[in-house]
Protein backbone atom coordinates (compact mmCIF):
# COMPACT_ATOMS: atom_id res chain seq x y z
CA UNK A 1 0.00 0.00 0.00
CA UNK A 2 1.21 3.38 -1.01
CA UNK A 3 0.63 5.61 2.50
CA UNK A 4 1.15 9.46 2.65
CA UNK A 5 1.51 10.62 6.67
CA UNK A 6 0.62 14.58 6.67
CA UNK A 7 2.17 15.55 10.00
CA UNK A 8 5.05 13.43 11.07
CA UNK A 9 5.97 14.82 14.23
CA UNK A 10 5.54 12.54 17.25
CA UNK A 11 3.20 10.12 16.63
CA UNK A 12 2.85 10.31 12.89
CA UNK A 13 6.81 9.32 12.67
CA UNK A 14 5.99 6.42 14.79
CA UNK A 15 3.37 5.09 12.45
CA UNK A 16 4.83 5.93 9.44
CA UNK A 17 8.38 4.47 10.29
CA UNK A 18 6.22 1.27 11.69
CA UNK A 19 4.66 1.34 8.16
CA UNK A 20 7.35 1.44 6.51
CA UNK A 21 8.64 -1.96 7.10
CA UNK A 22 5.72 -3.73 4.37
CA UNK A 23 4.72 -0.25 2.60
CA UNK A 24 5.88 2.68 0.46
CA UNK A 25 5.68 5.43 2.86
CA UNK A 26 6.01 9.29 2.33
CA UNK A 27 6.27 11.55 5.91
CA UNK A 28 5.05 15.28 5.34
CA UNK A 29 6.99 16.42 7.70
CA UNK A 30 9.07 19.76 8.19
CA UNK A 31 12.40 20.65 8.10
CA UNK A 32 15.02 19.49 9.63
CA UNK A 33 13.37 16.31 10.20
CA UNK A 34 12.01 15.54 7.07
CA UNK A 35 15.87 16.31 5.55
CA UNK A 36 17.04 14.02 7.92
CA UNK A 37 14.52 11.13 7.28
CA UNK A 38 15.27 11.38 3.53
CA UNK A 39 19.68 11.66 4.39
CA UNK A 40 19.91 8.90 6.73
CA UNK A 41 16.04 7.10 6.90
CA UNK A 42 14.14 6.96 10.31
CA UNK A 43 15.14 5.60 13.79
CA UNK A 44 12.57 4.14 16.14
CA UNK A 45 13.70 3.63 19.54
CA UNK A 46 12.27 2.59 23.12
CA UNK A 47 9.24 0.20 23.21
CA UNK A 48 9.78 -0.74 19.29
CA UNK A 49 12.98 -0.73 18.23
CA UNK A 50 13.42 -0.66 14.09
CA UNK A 51 15.21 1.55 11.68
CA UNK A 52 13.53 2.25 7.68
CA UNK A 53 13.51 4.48 5.18
CA UNK A 54 10.11 6.44 4.22
CA UNK A 55 10.87 9.14 2.21
CA UNK A 56 10.08 12.45 3.46
CA UNK A 57 9.00 15.69 2.09
CA UNK A 58 7.70 19.24 3.22
CA UNK A 59 5.64 19.94 0.59
CA UNK A 60 2.18 18.01 1.36
CA UNK A 61 0.39 19.27 -2.00
CA UNK A 62 -0.43 17.13 -5.13
CA UNK A 63 0.37 14.00 -3.71
CA UNK A 64 -1.35 10.69 -4.26
CA UNK A 65 -1.60 7.51 -2.43
CA UNK A 66 -3.90 4.72 -1.34
CA UNK A 67 -4.04 5.72 1.84
CA UNK A 68 -3.29 9.49 3.19
CA UNK A 69 -2.58 9.56 7.73
CA UNK A 70 -3.60 12.58 9.41
CA UNK A 71 -1.52 12.97 12.37
CA UNK A 72 -1.00 16.79 12.74
CA UNK A 73 -2.47 18.38 15.89
CA UNK A 74 -5.65 19.20 15.69
CA UNK A 75 -5.51 23.17 15.55
CA UNK A 76 -3.57 21.88 11.88
CA UNK A 77 -6.38 19.78 10.68
CA UNK A 78 -8.29 22.38 8.15
CA UNK A 79 -4.71 23.26 6.82
CA UNK A 80 -4.14 20.06 5.90
CA UNK A 81 -7.04 19.31 4.73
CA UNK A 82 -6.96 21.76 2.52
CA UNK A 83 -3.55 20.57 1.26
CA UNK A 84 -4.46 17.16 1.13
CA UNK A 85 -7.41 18.54 -1.52
CA UNK A 86 -4.99 19.11 -4.05
CA UNK A 87 -3.80 15.41 -4.23
CA UNK A 88 -5.77 11.91 -5.02
CA UNK A 89 -6.07 8.99 -2.24
CA UNK A 90 -8.18 6.34 -2.32
CA UNK A 91 -8.64 6.84 1.87
CA UNK A 92 -7.81 8.85 4.60
CA UNK A 93 -7.41 8.17 8.44
CA UNK A 94 -6.84 10.54 11.09
CA UNK A 95 -5.75 9.24 14.32
CA UNK A 96 -5.58 12.26 16.52
CA UNK A 97 -7.31 13.49 19.44
CA UNK A 98 -10.49 15.69 19.37
CA UNK A 99 -13.12 15.44 16.62
CA UNK A 100 -11.72 16.23 13.71
CA UNK A 101 -12.84 13.85 11.16
CA UNK A 102 -15.78 16.31 10.03
CA UNK A 103 -13.15 18.74 9.08
CA UNK A 104 -11.76 16.15 6.65
CA UNK A 105 -14.57 15.26 5.21
CA UNK A 106 -16.11 18.49 4.01
CA UNK A 107 -12.97 19.27 2.54
CA UNK A 108 -11.64 15.69 0.84
CA UNK A 109 -13.51 13.62 -1.95
CA UNK A 110 -12.03 10.18 -0.53
CA UNK A 111 -13.82 8.43 1.95
CA UNK A 112 -12.46 9.31 5.44
CA UNK A 113 -12.46 6.66 8.08
CA UNK A 114 -12.35 6.98 12.14
CA UNK A 115 -9.03 6.26 14.11
CA UNK A 116 -7.79 6.33 17.57
CA UNK A 117 -4.22 5.79 18.58
CA UNK A 118 -3.04 4.35 21.98
CA UNK A 119 0.52 3.85 21.06
CA UNK A 120 3.19 6.75 22.83
CA UNK A 121 5.26 8.64 20.91
CA UNK A 122 7.86 11.04 20.99
CA UNK A 123 10.54 13.07 18.32
CA UNK A 124 13.63 12.90 20.45
CA UNK A 125 15.48 14.50 17.43
CA UNK A 126 15.01 15.23 13.82
CA UNK A 127 15.21 11.37 12.44
CA UNK A 128 14.56 9.76 15.57
CA UNK A 129 10.92 8.84 17.47
CA UNK A 130 10.65 7.19 20.46
CA UNK A 131 7.84 4.82 21.08
CA UNK A 132 6.92 5.43 24.90
CA UNK A 133 3.95 2.58 24.69
CA UNK A 134 3.05 -0.20 22.67
CA UNK A 135 -0.62 0.53 22.27
CA UNK A 136 -3.40 -0.03 19.44
CA UNK A 137 -4.47 1.73 16.42
CA UNK A 138 -8.60 1.08 15.88
CA UNK A 139 -9.96 1.96 12.58
CA UNK A 140 -13.25 1.78 11.10
CA UNK A 141 -16.18 3.70 9.23
CA UNK A 142 -16.97 7.15 10.34
CA UNK A 143 -20.80 6.34 10.37
CA UNK A 144 -20.07 2.99 12.17
CA UNK A 145 -20.57 -0.73 10.75
CA UNK A 146 -18.26 -3.11 8.52
CA UNK A 147 -16.21 -0.89 5.42
CA UNK A 148 -14.24 -2.87 3.26
CA UNK A 149 -11.71 -0.04 2.99
CA UNK A 150 -11.24 -0.29 6.85
CA UNK A 151 -10.66 -3.74 6.41
CA UNK A 152 -8.03 -3.29 3.81
CA UNK A 153 -6.43 -0.67 5.90
CA UNK A 154 -6.46 -2.78 8.49
CA UNK A 155 -4.49 -5.76 7.34
CA UNK A 156 -1.85 -3.38 5.85
CA UNK A 157 -1.32 -2.16 9.03
CA UNK A 158 -1.45 -5.49 10.76
CA UNK A 159 0.79 -6.40 7.72
CA UNK A 160 3.42 -4.04 9.07
CA UNK A 161 3.36 -5.47 13.02
CA UNK A 162 1.09 -2.56 14.14
CA UNK A 163 -1.36 -3.55 16.26
CA UNK A 164 -4.90 -2.62 14.96
CA UNK A 165 -8.39 -3.38 15.47
CA UNK A 166 -11.17 -2.53 12.33
CA UNK A 167 -14.13 -1.64 14.64
CA UNK A 168 -17.66 -1.39 13.33
CA UNK A 169 -18.62 0.96 16.34
CA UNK A 170 -16.62 3.70 15.91
CA UNK A 171 -19.01 6.43 16.36
CA UNK A 172 -19.14 5.38 19.79
CA UNK A 173 -15.53 4.88 20.15
CA UNK A 174 -15.02 8.19 19.30
CA UNK A 175 -16.82 9.45 21.72
CA UNK A 176 -15.97 7.50 24.26
CA UNK A 177 -12.33 8.46 23.79
CA UNK A 178 -13.03 12.44 23.35
CA UNK A 179 -15.40 11.90 27.23
CA UNK A 180 -12.00 10.88 28.44
CA UNK A 181 -9.96 13.27 26.81
CA UNK A 182 -12.61 15.61 27.97
CA UNK A 183 -12.02 15.37 31.51
CA UNK A 184 -8.58 14.01 31.93
CA UNK A 185 -6.91 16.37 29.57
CA UNK A 186 -8.80 19.53 30.61
CA UNK A 187 -8.48 18.94 34.34
CA UNK A 188 -4.70 17.46 34.27
CA UNK A 189 -3.49 20.21 32.37
CA UNK A 190 -5.50 23.07 34.38
CA UNK A 191 -4.32 21.80 37.55
CA UNK A 192 -0.91 20.61 36.70
CA UNK A 193 -1.29 16.59 38.02
CA UNK A 194 -0.63 13.60 36.93
CA UNK A 195 -3.47 11.23 35.30
CA UNK A 196 -3.44 8.95 38.82
CA UNK A 197 -4.47 12.09 40.40
CA UNK A 198 -8.00 11.79 39.23
CA UNK A 199 -8.67 9.02 40.93
CA UNK A 200 -10.98 10.69 43.59
CA UNK A 201 -11.78 13.44 45.66
CA UNK A 202 -12.63 16.88 43.75
CA UNK A 203 -10.46 17.27 40.52
CA UNK A 204 -11.89 13.05 39.24
CA UNK A 205 -15.83 14.60 40.11
CA UNK A 206 -15.18 17.42 38.05
CA UNK A 207 -12.91 14.96 35.15
CA UNK A 208 -16.43 12.82 35.44
CA UNK A 209 -18.85 15.68 35.56
CA UNK A 210 -16.99 16.52 31.99
CA UNK A 211 -17.25 13.15 30.34
CA UNK A 212 -20.46 12.94 31.63
CA UNK A 213 -21.37 15.79 29.40
CA UNK A 214 -19.77 14.72 26.57
CA UNK A 215 -22.24 11.30 26.55
CA UNK A 216 -25.16 13.37 26.79
CA UNK A 217 -24.13 15.68 24.08
CA UNK A 218 -23.34 12.33 22.46
CA UNK A 219 -26.86 10.95 22.35
CA UNK A 220 -28.23 14.30 21.64
CA UNK A 221 -25.90 13.35 18.24
CA UNK A 222 -27.54 9.84 17.91
CA UNK A 223 -24.36 7.98 19.25
CA UNK A 224 -25.42 5.19 22.17
CA UNK A 225 -22.81 6.43 24.68
CA UNK A 226 -24.66 5.93 28.31
CA UNK A 227 -22.62 7.65 31.03
CA UNK A 228 -21.84 4.71 32.87
CA UNK A 229 -20.16 3.87 29.99
CA UNK A 230 -18.06 7.25 29.99
CA UNK A 231 -17.64 6.92 33.74
CA UNK A 232 -16.05 3.45 33.46
CA UNK A 233 -14.03 4.81 30.37
CA UNK A 234 -12.27 7.52 32.33
CA UNK A 235 -11.60 5.48 35.45
CA UNK A 236 -10.01 2.80 33.14
CA UNK A 237 -7.74 4.97 32.07
CA UNK A 238 -6.57 6.80 34.76
CA UNK A 239 -5.75 3.83 35.97
CA UNK A 240 -3.91 2.47 33.34
CA UNK A 241 -2.41 5.79 32.30
CA UNK A 242 -1.69 6.97 36.41
CA UNK A 243 1.62 8.24 35.66
CA UNK A 244 1.56 10.00 32.41
CA UNK A 245 1.56 13.97 32.22
CA UNK A 246 -1.77 14.05 29.41
CA UNK A 247 -0.69 15.37 25.76
CA UNK A 248 -2.68 18.96 27.18
CA UNK A 249 -0.60 19.41 30.25
CA UNK A 250 2.67 18.43 27.97
CA UNK A 251 1.37 21.23 26.02
CA UNK A 252 0.67 23.83 28.66
CA UNK A 253 4.10 22.78 30.45
CA UNK A 254 6.11 23.42 27.27
CA UNK A 255 3.92 26.43 26.64
CA UNK A 256 2.32 25.29 23.40
CA UNK A 257 -1.16 25.50 22.19
CA UNK A 258 -3.37 22.74 23.11
CA UNK A 259 -5.95 20.99 21.43
CA UNK A 260 -8.32 22.20 23.53
CA UNK A 261 -10.85 23.16 20.15
CA UNK A 262 -11.01 19.71 19.09
CA UNK A 263 -11.50 18.17 22.73
CA UNK A 264 -13.70 20.76 25.71
CA UNK A 265 -14.29 23.56 23.01
CA UNK A 266 -16.16 20.59 20.33
CA UNK A 267 -18.29 19.25 23.00
CA UNK A 268 -19.53 22.87 23.50
CA UNK A 269 -20.02 23.60 19.84
CA UNK A 270 -21.71 20.51 19.88
CA UNK A 271 -24.35 21.30 22.54
CA UNK A 272 -25.08 24.40 21.42
CA UNK A 273 -26.48 22.88 18.37
CA UNK A 274 -28.79 20.73 20.53
CA UNK A 275 -29.64 23.56 22.61
CA UNK A 276 -28.12 21.47 25.69
CA UNK A 277 -25.64 23.51 28.62
CA UNK A 278 -22.30 21.67 29.26
CA UNK A 279 -21.01 24.00 32.09
CA UNK A 280 -18.19 22.33 33.32
CA UNK A 281 -16.55 21.59 29.30
CA UNK A 282 -17.39 25.21 28.99
CA UNK A 283 -15.98 26.32 32.26
CA UNK A 284 -13.14 23.86 30.97
CA UNK A 285 -12.49 25.44 27.63
CA UNK A 286 -12.91 28.96 28.73
CA UNK A 287 -10.29 28.29 31.22
CA UNK A 288 -7.63 26.81 28.40
CA UNK A 289 -8.32 29.12 25.87
CA UNK A 290 -7.41 31.96 28.27
CA UNK A 291 -4.01 30.52 28.99
CA UNK A 292 -3.52 30.47 25.48
CA UNK A 293 -4.66 33.80 25.02
CA UNK A 294 -2.17 35.06 27.95
CA UNK A 295 0.81 33.64 25.62
CA UNK A 296 -0.33 34.93 22.56
CA UNK A 297 -1.14 31.15 21.03
CA UNK A 298 -4.51 32.20 19.92
N1 LIG B 1 2.21 11.67 20.48
C1 LIG B 1 1.43 10.68 20.91
O1 LIG B 1 1.88 9.77 21.62
C2 LIG B 1 -0.03 10.63 20.53
C3 LIG B 1 -0.62 11.66 19.82
N2 LIG B 1 -1.96 11.57 19.49
C4 LIG B 1 -2.59 12.63 18.72
O2 LIG B 1 -1.97 12.69 17.45
C5 LIG B 1 -1.94 14.04 16.96
C6 LIG B 1 -0.50 14.45 16.69
O3 LIG B 1 0.19 14.46 17.93
P1 LIG B 1 1.80 14.52 18.00
O4 LIG B 1 2.37 13.63 16.99
O5 LIG B 1 2.15 14.33 19.41
O6 LIG B 1 2.04 16.05 17.58
P2 LIG B 1 3.36 16.67 16.95
O7 LIG B 1 3.25 18.15 17.14
O8 LIG B 1 4.56 15.97 17.47
O9 LIG B 1 3.24 16.30 15.41
C7 LIG B 1 2.48 17.02 14.47
C8 LIG B 1 3.45 17.42 13.38
O10 LIG B 1 2.74 17.90 12.26
C9 LIG B 1 3.60 18.84 11.63
N3 LIG B 1 2.81 19.63 10.69
C10 LIG B 1 1.71 20.38 10.91
N4 LIG B 1 1.28 20.96 9.77
C11 LIG B 1 2.14 20.56 8.81
C12 LIG B 1 2.26 20.85 7.41
N5 LIG B 1 1.37 21.64 6.80
N6 LIG B 1 3.27 20.29 6.73
C13 LIG B 1 4.17 19.49 7.34
N7 LIG B 1 4.12 19.18 8.65
C14 LIG B 1 3.12 19.72 9.38
C15 LIG B 1 4.15 19.65 12.78
O11 LIG B 1 5.31 20.34 12.40
C16 LIG B 1 4.42 18.53 13.80
O12 LIG B 1 5.74 18.06 13.68
C17 LIG B 1 -2.62 14.88 18.05
O13 LIG B 1 -3.98 15.02 17.75
C18 LIG B 1 -2.43 14.04 19.31
O14 LIG B 1 -3.42 14.30 20.28
C19 LIG B 1 -2.74 10.49 19.81
C20 LIG B 1 -2.18 9.44 20.51
C21 LIG B 1 -0.81 9.43 20.93
C1 LIG C 1 -5.48 8.80 27.17
C2 LIG C 1 -4.74 10.07 27.53
C3 LIG C 1 -5.56 10.87 28.52
C4 LIG C 1 -3.47 9.59 28.16
O1 LIG C 1 -2.76 10.56 28.85
C5 LIG C 1 -4.55 10.88 26.28
O2 LIG C 1 -5.11 10.55 25.24
C6 LIG C 1 -3.76 12.12 26.22
O3 LIG C 1 -2.97 12.39 27.12
O4 LIG C 1 -3.96 12.85 25.23
Not at 35 to 63: C, F, K, M, Y
Not at 109 to 130: F, K, N, Q, S
Request: glycine share 10%; hydrophobic share 45%.
Amino acid sequence: MDVVVFGAGSLGSLVGGLLARAHDVTLVARDPHASRVRESGLRVSGAVETHTTPDATTDGANLSADLALVTVKAFDTAEAANTLATGEFGAVLSLQNGLTEEILTDELDAPVLAGTATYGARLLEPGHVDCTGVGRIVLGSLDGGPDPVAERVGRAFRAAGLETLVATDMPRRRWTKLAVNAGINAVTALSRVENGALTDGDAAELAHAAARETARVARAEGVSLPNRRARTALSRVVDATADNRSSMLQDIDAGRRTEVDAISGEVVARAERHRLDVPTNRTLAALLRAWEAGRGLR
